[in-house]
C-alpha cells in the first residue's frame, strides 16, 4: 500500500531533466535544479519517464512502480501491440490518450526524434514509428563540404512554394516538406479521429500541420507531464 504523499513528474530526456508538479489542474514545469532547490524531494512520490541517462543530482527518490505495470501485451487495462522496448516517453502518453479520446488518435511528437504513434480507444496502443526529428535531420548538412550549417530556428514558415533558390532555403524547406510527407503518408494508414501535437517542436508541427488536410488538430504541450501523473493516479488508486 502507498501512503498518500504529494505527486512529482519527472522527464528524464535525451538532453534535459525536469519535473512537474500538479497543482489544482495546474501544471507547472521546473528544471531539476529548481526543484531541487525549492521542494524536499522526500515529500513526493515520483512518476518518472526515463528516456536519457538520470542526472546524479536525482540521487534517491521514491519512484512510482509505473513500468512494472507494463506486461503481457498491457499497460494497465490498455492493450499494447509492442514489444517491451516501448519507450516511457510514448507508453504513458498513449495511456492517457487511450482513456480519454475516442477512435483512433494519432500522436505526434517532436524532440530530439519525431514519434509517430497510434492510439484506438477499442483496441489500445496500435504501434508507431521512429524518425529523426529537425534538429537531427538539419545535422545532416554539416557532412557536406558545400553545404551550409542549418538551424531549426531559422525556419520562417511552411509554405513550401515558391520553390527554394538558394541552398539554404532549399536546406530550411526540405527540412519541411521532410515533415510534411511524414505527416501526410502516416495521417492516412488509419482512420484518424484526432491528430495530438506534444514535444519541444510543438511549435513546428503546429506551423507545418496547419498546411495540411488533416483531421481535428489537438496541441497538448506537456502531454508526458500530464501522462505521468495521470498513471500514476490509476497505480496508486490500484495499490491502495
Not at 512510482?64 to 516511457?88: T, W
Not at 526524434?113 to 538539419?138: A, M, N, R, Y
Request: proline share 6%; hydrophobic share 40%.
Amino acid at each position: 500500500m502507498i501512503k498518500q504523499k504529494k505527486i512529482a513528474s519527472i522527464d528524464i530526456g535525451n538532453n534535459h531533466t525536469n519535473v512537474g508538479l500538479l497543482n489544482k489542474d495546474q501544471l507547472e514545469i521546473l528544471s531539476l535544479a529548481d526543484f531541487l532547490t525549492h521542494y524536499n524531494a522526500e515529500e513526493f512520490y515520483f512518476a518518472v519517464s526515463e528516456v536519457g541517462i538520470p542526472p546524479e543530482e536525482i540521487g534517491e527518490i521514491q519512484e512510482i512502480p509505473l513500468r512494472e505495470q507494463f506486461r503481457m501485451g498491457q499497460f494497465l487495462d490498455m492493450p499494447v501491440a509492442y514489444g517491451k522496448s516501448l519507450g516511457d516517453d510514448r507508453l504513458y502518453p498513449a495511456y492517457q490518450v487511450f482513456k480519454n479520446y475516442h477512435g483512433i488518435s494519432m500522436i505526434l511528437d517532436l524532440g530530439t526524434f519525431l514519434t509517430i504513434d497510434f492510439i484506438s480507444h477499442e483496441k489500445g496502443f496500435l504501434g508507431g514509428f521512429i524518425v529523426p526529428g529537425l534538429d537531427e535531420f538539419l545535422a545532416v548538412f554539416k557532412r557536406g563540404r558545400l553545404l551550409p550549417d542549418l538551424k531549426k530556428e531559422e525556419l520562417t514558415g511552411s509554405e513550401l512554394t515558391p520553390l527554394p533558390t538558394n541552398t539554404v532555403e532549399a536546406g530550411l524547406k526540405g527540412s519541411q516538406l521532410y515533415l510534411q510527407g511524414l505527416i501526410s503518408r502516416a495521417v492516412k494508414l488509419y482512420p484518424v479521429t484526432q491528430v495530438i501535437l506534444t514535444g519541444g517542436g510543438l511549435p513546428y508541427l503546429q506551423d507545418n500541420c496547419q498546411q495540411l488536410e488533416l483531421p481535428p488538430i489537438i496541441p497538448c504541450p506537456n502531454l508526458l507531464h500530464q501522462s505521468l501523473h495521470f498513471s500514476a493516479q490509476c497505480v496508486m488508486t490500484n495499490l491502495s
